[in-house]
């Protein structure tokens, strides 16, 4: 049964891992090559990348490198400050980063398997066969859980493993006085917790509760009649799981190997300044975007969009009938206490997670699968009730309520695919109310988007700027898709980008200030999920000059009733200048830049000449010359540009309004403060 049960596990989530990135995914990615790096080169004090610690996900993804690219190692020289470029670096070595993700995340599912089949194993052992078996279904077909279990990212690892450390520590408890393995095992599985993520360390909170609890006790039975000897047995056990956790943190984190005291301190101050200041960013919730903390409702509110009916009425029948079965006493001393304890981690994890400033809605996983234990012994209360009230139809009852609310999970899985993510509860209105009062939207749509950039640009070489991590897109991206992050605040700035691709969370979280001067446009393409737009992608460059862009400064010249000279950029061996049509076309205009350099103006550079097509009335063009300078020149903007624009047709120059640039019959001077190098 238990092996069944893995099996379904890992279906779940290994349904549809092509089909997006999410935005953390190629951090932890880098991660992990930096982790298969140094320890392949022997440069330990680097396995050491972020507080989080995050080790398992990086062994996750060190294994993925050893299986799918081995020789990364050799082929890098050097750890990567910038991780999220993991994806270039290694198309540039020639490989597939969707690939290699998708391993690592196929590789981290197997470890969370791990997991799930010790934690089953031991909920059959605490509590009862039943009870294992309807919160393994419940646990497994959990559409936000399995979606985040599914990611290379730390949460959903640490949420398993954080429960079958909880799980043990229960079993631990409920061991004779001279079993050492059961607290050991505890340790290790608690260390696995905290490795993965910091704030697991609340389990040391949870077992000094333990302790206390149990010296308690035996006083107060005076089993033992002072202090001392109360303590003895506890103290054995403390140091037993001490010991494995501790020897399971130095095995599986080899930067403190060489860095023990540094690497702890690294750790300390970036989860006390994260836990402080709160994220970076502002975080939208009940539809206000706050700076910092966004208040004490953010994991009692979002546990609520999050989990499904199934389990909110499964944890109800367990407050319902609970009391009766303590009245009746239908749950034995021991299936209390460890009930008793996965609470206690439930609430105490919960709470201190609410202390923290840092809040996102899978910082709370851990009390996900706590959840699911209590909504199955919540149904199996309530058919031990039927059966107490029908008797003589015990057999069928149990299963027959079991079925239901597995259906019922199944039917919140499947209802949420192919993006897990974006399950939302629908008894508050699903997907489409959550928008309005959580965030949503993690990079789930983004292959659709760079499908329809891709099958758009057909071919030509185009400049994709995004309000998203764009990372995140370049994993489904061709070889002729070029991101850049230049903005959209220049006319130049417009005219270059193709495609501005802009996601829901930055617009629910006000990310994106180019968004807000996209709203006057309508987009061309957009990706819906369940209805609500999660991206849209406008194309800037056929579009009009936002209004805001059009204003004279001392660098732009207004050739007759015609053109704008808004901008020239010098990059590598051309020179563009771009225009903005300020009336009727003429169609084809020549433009020639001379260009004179002050300290040696004897020197004669030759006349650049070029045509191109000027376009509709409020659209942006440009022209680009070849940069006559050779090499040791000066800097283009030790230049004087004299600039002359005429109509190929008649012969005739474009005269220069009065303004600020010098303006002659032979033409225009520009300001060489006026040119921008890229």
Not at 262 to 275: E, P, R
Not at 469 to 480: C, G, K, L, Q
Not at 544 to 572: K, S, W
Request: charged fraction near 15%.
């Amino acid at each position: 049964m238990i092996a069944g049960l893995v099996c379904i596990y890992v279906l779940v989530r290994c349904l549809h891992l092509e089909l997006f990135v999410t935005t953390d995914e190629p951090f932890w990615l880098g991660r992990s090559a930096n982790f298969y790096r140094a320890l392949v080169q022997g440069d330990l004090a680097h396995t050491y990348q972020m507080a989080h610690p995050g080790v398992l996900t990086m062994w996750a993804g060190t294994i993925a490198y050893f299986w799918a690219f081995p020789d990364y190692a050799q082929e890098i020289s050097r750890n990567l400050d910038y991780v999220y470029g993991i994806g270039a670096v290694l198309r540039e070595l020639h490989q597939d980063p969707l690939h290699i993700l998708i391993v690592a995340r196929i590789v981290k599912i197997l470890v969370q398997a791990v997991f799930f089949g010790i934690s089953l194993s031991l909920l059959q052992r605490l509590f009862t066969r039943p009870v294992m078996v309807i919160s393994g279904l419940l646990m497994a077909l959990d559409p936000f859980v399995s979606g985040m279990a599914s990611l290379l990212h730390v949460d959903g690892l640490f949420a398993i493993s954080s429960f079958a450390a909880i799980l043990a520590m229960a079993a631990a408890a409920r061991s004779r006085p001279d079993e050492m393995a059961p607290w050991i095992i505890a340790g290790v599985l608690a260390a696995c917790a905290w490795m993965t993520r910091a704030t697991g360390l609340v389990l040391v909170t949870i077992l000094g509760g333990m302790v206390l609890v149990q010296v308690a006790s035996q006083i107060r039975k005076k089993a033992h009649p002072s202090l001392r000897p109360a303590l003895e047995s506890p103290a054995f056990a403390i140091m037993l799981w001490l010991t494995g956790a501790m020897a399971t943190s130095l095995l599986l984190l080899p930067a403190l190997w060489v860095d023990p005291f540094g690497t702890m301190q690294q750790m300390w101050d970036w989860s006390i300044n994260a836990a402080t200041e709160g994220h970076e960013r502002p975080t939208f919730f009940l539809g206000e975007i706050h700076q910092g903390d966004p208040g004490v409702w953010f994991y009692p509110v979002t546990l609520l969009w999050r989990l499904t009916p199934v389990s909110i009425a499964g944890f109800l029948l367990f407050l319902t009938m609970g009391p009766v079965a303590y009245r009746r006493r239908w749950l034995t001393p021991e299936f209390l206490k460890s009930l008793a304890i996965l609470v206690a981690f439930a609430v105490v994890y919960a709470g201190a997670m609410t202390f923290g400033a840092k809040k996102f809605d899978r910082y709370i996983l851990p009390v996900y699968p706590i959840v699911s234990v209590l909504a199955a012994v919540g149904i199996v209360l309530v058919a031990r009730w039927i059966r107490y009230r029908l008797p003589g139809r015990d057999r069928m009852i149990l299963p027959a309520i079991a079925a239901i609310f597995i259906v019922g999970q199944a039917v919140s899985l499947i209802g949420a695919l192919p993006y897990r993510l974006d399950y939302f509860n629908p008894m508050l209105g699903g997907l489409d109310s959550a928008r309005h009062h959580v965030q949503v939207g993690w990079g789930e749509g983004g292959k659709e988007v760079i499908a329809f950039v891709v099958e758009d640009a057909d071919g030509r070489d185009v400049t994709v700027q995004t309000s998203s991590a764009t990372p995140m897109f370049s994993y489904f991206a061709t070889p002729n898709i070029h991101f850049d992050d230049f903005g959209l605040g220049t006319p130049a700035g417009w005219y270059e980008t193709h495609y501005f691709i802009t996601g829901i969370q930055e617009w629910q979280r006000d990310l994106s200030p180019s968004y807000h001067v996209m709203q006057a446009y309508d987009p061309t393409f957009e990706v819906t999920i369940e209805d609500v737009p999660f991206f849209k992608v406008y194309t800037p460059s056929t579009l009009p000059l936002p209004d805001h862009l059009r204003t004279q400064t001392g660098c732009t010249a207004i050739l007759g009733d015609t053109l704008q000279l808004m901008q020239i950029i010098g990059r590598d061996g051309t020179i563009d200048l771009y225009w903005l049509t300020i009336d009727e076309s003429p169609g084809q205009l020549e433009v020639s830049v001379t260009l004179t350099a002050p300290a040696s103006p004897t020197i004669d550079m030759p006349v650049m000449t070029t045509r191109w097509t000027v376009p509709a009335s409020g659209y942006m063009s440009r022209s680009t010359i070849s940069d006559p300078r050779t090499a040791p020149s000066p800097p283009l903007t030790e230049y004087t540009m004299i600039i002359q624009v005429r109509n190929p047709a008649t012969g005739e120059l474009l005269p220069v309004n009065p303004g600020t640039s010098a303006a002659s019959s032979d033409g225009f001077t520009t300001h060489s403060d006026c040119y921008d190098a890229e």
